[in-house]
């Protein structure tokens, strides 16, 4: 029996007369790693952006975990534990590593009360793990924004690690990083979905990061959806190449 | 760490004896040690909001004028009828005994204080929308539209003002309690905010300064950190307003209750001059604001405006971080901040690589 996390049936979006993503449906399946490819323009990080909930859908529906997301803000879904990182990478910049981690503590439950506690000596042990982790262990009492670009990509990826979500959407994980880093990025991102149990939407245009990472595929162009499957078959799919090289006329 | 505890516990007993004793040392001087505590307190609160949660707000002088008219309201009304006394204008023959003016004014005090909350609470569902310039300009219209309601309202003595209560004491008594009462104030405040940001709030509102969208997006609860800050901001502001306010001894709207662009202002350069987004930083800012005031108000008169002006350009354009932040990036050590690494990053504020890196 499959267990759908994420759920998007038949949602359209347009920007005046600009159609960004047309009657897309697609499913993630829990505790998968699930990759969403596509040449530039081609709709997908609207697509994430309206699973968050950032943008409103002109029509369909969204499900995370069952429940309709597609008419909540963007906190709201956030707590439900759909998270995403951005494509541009956004840290806070002039809080150090730290700081970051522990203000991306889960705030699913937060009461108002909440906001006048200290953070427990257990949190703090959590965010120095996961600083580990990823490998900013050294860099952890460092403002944010005196990282380099990759530093802060990782340091993204571990604050999403803190909030324990549920599914993560991660808008080119592997973008601006160094390719010798590339490698244990694509570990740790398999490490989190297999050590963590978080299901991860991956949007990635390193073809061979992609191969390696995700279980399924889908591929969107001209914000539809072209085609889906297995990393072997949509390799191999014609029309997926087509989209990316351009189809001989 | 030792070291920096003693010190730290030294300075706090200095600035509280300084404190105690001011008013006895020079007696002449009460009134502007008074204002002294208050301009400390406009800066602590103004940074709560300007400098941790980057939210620049031109109209928190709207909560001192509100408490300042909440708690001249109730002083009045618990022995006389508001209209009358105000339109009188003086001229009906007004005593307070004393057990009524410090009832008044402890209860005015208490409605003044949770009054300005609570209307902090109710804008900030309006304004908290609206970010950056617009939110600067927004609160600003908030802080002149409230000078001219109140202006306009003949119930409260409109644009005539109100003389307020005399205070029952005997000569110099007065000046003494109001100081006593704002340093208490201050203190009071300060010692809030401190405990407010060695709490989760601090690096709460830190984040939405940073990134109000990643902190949306990581699932923080932001319009509450905005409200609380506000409304903590108001809650003082509101009680330094009905302090002031009986201590001018006369209320209205545009000089004394929502004077925008004296006090309405001062609060943020003292912020800024000090070092915004950090605790010492406006009280630093407030001190050196306040003399340099002073100094020019006796010194330069006629030039004083101008005096403030350059300092505040010096300030904006030369040391934008205020003076604590400008000894901060250059003593890092004095703040505990140890370096560790040795890989050669910098804790410094280098721009961020990301420009060179296509993203």
């Known amino acids: ?249 | 760490m030792m070291a920096t505890g003693k010190r730290s516990a030294v300075l706090h007993i200095a600035i509280l004896v300084a404190g105690l004793v001011a008013p006895f040392v020079f007696p002449g001087h009460s009134v502007q040690f008074a204002v002294f505590w208050i301009m400390v307190l406009f800066a602590l609160t103004w940074d709560a909001m300007g400098g941790q949660m980057g939210y620049n707000s031109l109209g928190n002088i709207t909560f001192f004028g509100l408490g300042m008219y909440m708690c001249t309201i109730v002083q009045i009304a618990i022995v006389y009828n508001v209209g009358e006394y105000t339109a009188a204008n003086g001229a009906i023959d007004v005593h307070f005994t004393s057990p009524q003016y410090f009832t008044g004014l402890g209860l005015g005090l208490v409605v003044a204080a949770i009054g300005s909350t609570i209307v902090a609470a109710i804008l900030s569902w309006v304004l908290f929308g609206i970010r950056g310039p617009y939110f600067a300009i927004g609160t600003l219209g908030v802080a002149v539209a409230a000078a001219e309601l109140t202006a306009a309202w003949n119930w409260v003595g409109g644009g005539q003002g109100i003389a307020m209560p005399v205070f029952p004491g005997g000569p110099g008594m007065r000046e003494r309690f109001f100081y006593f009462a704002c340093f208490v104030a201050a203190v009071l405040c300060y010692l809030f905010f401190r405990w407010l940001y060695s709490t989760r709030f601090c690096l709460a509102v830190n984040a939405i300064r940073d990134d109000e969208d990643k902190a949306e997006a990581m699932g923080l609860h932001t319009r509450r950190y905005k409200m609380v800050a506000w409304a903590a901001a108001a809650f003082f502001l509101g009680i330094s307003g009905a302090l002031f306010g009986n201590m001018t001894g006369f209320v209205e709207p545009l000089e004394t209750a929502y004077p925008t662009l004296t006090f309405g202002i001062f609060m943020i350069a003292m912020t800024l001059l000090g070092g915004k987004g950090t605790l010492w930083g406006p009280i630093i800012g407030a001190t050196v604001f306040y003399v340099m005031r002073e100094v020019t108000w006796t010194y330069l008169l006629g030039w004083q405006y101008i005096a403030l002006g350059i300092l505040i350009i010096v300030n904006v354009v030369f040391f934008q971080q205020g003076i604590l932040g400008w000894v901060k990036a250059r003593r890092p050590e004095w703040f505990g901040v140890k370096i560790e690494e040795k890989s050669g990053a910098q804790p410094s504020a280098a721009a961020p690589a990301r420009k060179a890196v296509n993203a």
């Open chain 1, 1 to 249: 029996m499959s267990d759908t996390i994420i759920e998007v049936r038949g949602v359209n979006k347009s920007f005046g007369g600009v159609v960004a993503n047309k009657d897309i449906s697609l499913t993630v399946e829990r505790g998968s790693i699930t990759g969403l490819i596509g040449p530039n323009g081609s709709g997908k990080t609207t697509l994430f952006n309206s699973i968050v909930g950032l943008y409103p859908i002109d029509s369909g529906s969204i499900l995370f975990e069952g429940r309709e997301i597609s008419r909540m803000n963007v906190q709201s879904i956030a707590r439900l534990g759909l998270l995403r990182t951005f494509q541009q990478t956004r840290i806070f910049s002039k809080m150090d590593c730290i700081q970051n981690m522990l203000v991306s503590l889960p705030h699913r439950q937060s009461a108002w009360s909440d906001m006048f506690r200290k953070y427990p000596p257990e949190l703090c042990d959590k965010a120095e793990h996961l600083l580990e982790f990823v490998g900013l262990y050294s860099k952890r009492k460092l403002t944010a924004g005196s990282l380099s670009f990759g530093q802060q990509k990782l340091l993204e990826f571990a604050m999403a690690l803190m909030n324990e979500p549920q599914a993560l959407l991660l808008d080119e994980p592997t973008a601006g990083i160094n390719p010798t880093l590339i490698n244990g990025l694509i570990d740790r991102l398999k490490r989190a979905n297999r050590e963590y149990g978080i299901t991860l939407f991956v949007i990635e245009h390193n073809m061979r990061v992609i191969m390696n990472l995700a279980d399924h595929i889908y591929c969107m162009a001209f914000g539809q959806l072209l085609a889906s499957g297995a990393p072997a078959d949509v390799k191999d799919d014609p029309r997926v190449i087509d989209a990316y090289l351009g189809a001989a006329a």
